[in-house]
């Protein structure tokens, strides 16, 4: 008789959950939604009260605007986002190589200034940045950008690889050294192939964080020739503008490449961020 209460009870509780959950990310979905709503919907639906919740009357004017408008923008924020990655990468691999085989003096305090950097405000960097770009003459430039986004994913890179690359065994390493390959050859020949993961990680979070960055973009690039797509949809808002539709199709081209790489790489970041928080 108890097990018969108990097997209801149970399903009864997973229906809860499951409509609790479904609720909460409907909720937590809902401005996505609204977005696409409104990037389909007319200048002169957009004041309707109450408003559709379907674009009675939907229009690709939004879109088009971002081809005829966006391109530019879009195509920077792509140089700026593979470039950050790529710089974010190249210092970063072989610093967590460095700092969890190698284990040079120092590393404890190394470890504590990566964490410390990531708790520097980003407009007390951008000001530092910018006062340097004017003497370099870097200012309203992408490699300048790059530069600085990087200066974002690095320290946060640097502990993703260090705690991978500790879960890597050290008789390959010693294997290698056997062999006669120093450390340079070890790293790239056994460490980073096996470090894919967390270079998957490490790349999607880098790429993330510049493309969606705007407070760099608005200090070193406002004013220049090669903006970002943040600053583009930024140029779309003032007191008297009504294209809604325009800069709410700009927001949903330029969530797409970030929705899509997330996707895909979903399982490499789940095995990348866990890595090194279990220990044999």
């Known amino acids: 008789m108890t097990h018969a209460r108990t097997v209801p009870n149970r399903r009864r509780r997973t229906w809860v959950k499951t409509a609790v959950g479904v609720l909460l990310t409907a909720v937590m979905l809902f401005p996505v939604y609204w977005m696409l709503n409104v990037s389909f919907t007319r200048d002169q639906d957009m004041r309707k009260s ?7 009357h939907p229009t690709l004017e939004g879109y088009r605007a971002v081809v005829d408008q966006q391109l530019p923008y879009l195509g920077t924020s792509l140089v700026i986002g593979l ?4 710089l974010t990468v190249a210092l970063a691999a072989p610093a967590g ?3 969890a085989k190698l284990r040079p003096r120092g590393r404890g305090i190394l470890g504590f200034v990566l964490l410390a950097a990531q708790m520097i405000p980003g ?3 951008a000001m530092g940045f910018y006062a340097i770009y004017l003497q370099l003459g870097m200012l309203q430039s992408v490699p300048g950008l790059i530069v600085a986004d ?8 640097v502990l993703i690889f260090t705690a991978f690359m500790s879960g890597i065994p050290g008789e390959l390493l010693q294997a290698a050294k056997t062999d006669g390959a120093g450390p340079l050859r070890t790293f790239w020949a056994i460490v980073l192939p096996m470090s894919r993961n967390s270079v998957v990680t490490v790349s999607l979070f880098a790429f993330l964080w510049s493309w969606s960055d705007f407070v760099f973009a608005s200090t070193l690039a406002g004013g220049g020739a090669h903006e970002p797509i943040t600053l583009g949809i930024y140029h779309y808002i003032g007191n008297n503008n009504q294209q809604w539709n325009a800069i709410m199709a700009t927001a949903v081209v330029a ?4 929705a899509v790489i997330l996707v895909l790489a979903q399982r490499y970041v789940a095995a990348g961020v866990t890595a090194g ?3 044999d």
């Open 255 to 258: 969530s797409l490449p970030a």
């Open 83 to 86: 470039g950050t990655v790529a």
């Open 277 to 279: 928080a279990v220990k």
């Open 150 to 157: 990087s200066t974002l994913a690095v320290p946060f890179a």
């Open 97 to 99: 190589y460095a700092l």
């Open 50 to 56: 109450p408003p559709d919740l379907f674009p009675a």
């Open 123 to 125: 407009i007390i960097m």
